[in-house]
């Protein structure tokens, strides 16, 4: 189940690149992107020690 809602966070998170993109505001969801992956590999190192 977790899985699905990490799967389904970046791929809102993709999309919301694609339709802001145009825009000239694509950075937004692409940091928001990268703060999750951050969070996400912080969070693993945290349970692997």
Not at 11 to 19: P, R, Y
Not at 31 to 43: E, H, P, R, T
Request: net charge positive; aromatic share 14%.
């Amino acid at each position: 189940m977790k899985s699905i809602i990490h799967y389904l966070i970046i791929l809102a998170l993709l999309m919301g690149i694609f339709f802001l993109y145009n825009k000239q505001v694509g950075a937004i969801p692409l940091l928001l992107l990268s703060l999750y992956l951050f969070y996400c590999g912080i969070k693993k190192i945290r349970k692997s020690q």
